[in-house]
């Protein structure tokens, strides 16, 4: 089950729609249009809030340790945006970010699911080559490119804004 939902998000959610904008603020002279563009598809509020508070605190993450001037800006096209300055190949960092992403899930979920550490790992194992092809699609795609179709899981990010009590804001 949780397998099957976090492929899904991989493949037609998130974890594809993030890839784009970390390839192409890593490209770009000015990451402004592609923050206002990520902001603009978050499906709910409190998704929108977690991309913006998630980017800043990288933001502030890099430039302390880095002393880089990265503006706050949603997380993936921070990613995207450090990766420049830092020298590196926006593929890795692309497939590294979505599994980064798809191990943070698979953690909230050992705390929300009858589900164990092996487990979990066991789920991030098996989809890390799927987080490799999709990083890899989305960094040869454009901002144009950008697009998904996962309907339930926007519908249930804009349901889980309204529920009491939750573990995490999003």
Do not use: K, N
Request: aromatic share 4%; glycine share 8%; proline share 8%.
């Amino acid at each position: 089950m949780l397998h099957d939902y976090l492929d899904a998000a991989l493949r037609y959610g998130a974890g594809r729609t993030d890839a784009i904008p970390i390839a192409a603020a890593h490209a770009a002279d000015d990451p402004a249009p592609l923050a206002d563009l990520a902001t603009a598809l978050a499906p709910s509020r409190e998704r929108r809030a977690e991309a913006a508070a998630q980017g800043a605190a990288f933001a502030v993450a890099i430039r302390a340790v880095e002393g880089w001037d990265l503006p706050d800006m949603p997380l993936p096209v921070a990613v995207g945006r450090a990766a420049r300055p830092g020298r590196l190949p926006v593929l890795p960092v692309a497939q590294v970010a979505a599994l980064a992403w798809v191990t943070h899930l698979a953690q909230a979920a050992q705390r929300l699911m009858p589900l164990g550490q092996t487990a979990a790992q066991r789920v991030v194992a098996a989809l890390a080559p799927t987080c490799a092809q999709v990083a890899a699609e989305g960094v040869a795609l454009t901002p144009d490119d950008i697009g998904g179709c996962a309907f339930a899981l926007g519908i249930a990010s804009m349901r889980h804004e309204g529920q009491e009590p939750r573990l995490f804001r999003s």
